[in-house]
């Protein structure tokens, strides 16, 4: 009977420690979100950093240059191919709203031959905004 209730206030103390912990991470997520990409940024960057030391035997100083420069570089590109990638989406979206417009007609066509009924002008005006 005992280990069954020790079993049972591990249990708990688990729980409760997990909810604490959610709630410190979203009572900190304007904190944490900047911390944690710090924290990626600078273990993406460290074997590089080593590696121009180790291996070209540059000072630490032109090290952090070079490899600054390399990361904001790559990290440019990246955010300049996100961008392209969201203004084709955006110059589309009128396609995929076509195709939608035409799923869900085909769509209440088929409920209209199954009988069932459905609120047409409803659903598409909800699409068209």
């Known amino acids: 009977m005992h280990k069954d209730h020790e079993k049972i206030r591990v249990t708990c103390l688990f729980i409760m420690t997990c909810i604490a912990c959610l709630l410190f991470l979203h009572l900190t997520k304007a904190i944490m979100i900047p911390f944690v990409i710090s924290v990626f940024t600078y273990f993406s960057m460290i074997p590089l950093l080593n590696w121009l030391q180790n291996k070209w035997k540059l000072s630490?100083?032109?090290?952090?240059?070079?490899?600054?420069?390399?990361?904001?570089?790559?990290?440019?590109?990246?955010?300049?191919?996100?961008?392209?990638?969201?203004?084709?989406?955006?110059?589309?979206v009128s396609i995929y709203r076509d195709r939608v417009l035409e799923l869900t007609q085909t769509l209440f066509q088929?409920?209209?031959k199954l009988k069932i009924p459905v609120d047409a002008t409803f659903a598409e005006n909800i699409i068209r905004e």
Do not use: H, M, N
Request: no cysteine; hydrophobic share 65%; proline share 0%.
């Open 60 to 92: 630490k100083l032109v090290a952090l240059s070079v490899t600054l420069l390399a990361f904001s570089s790559v990290s440019f590109i990246f955010v300049l191919l996100f961008i392209s990638s969201i203004q084709r989406f955006i110059d589309g």
């Open 110 to 112: 088929l409920a209209e």
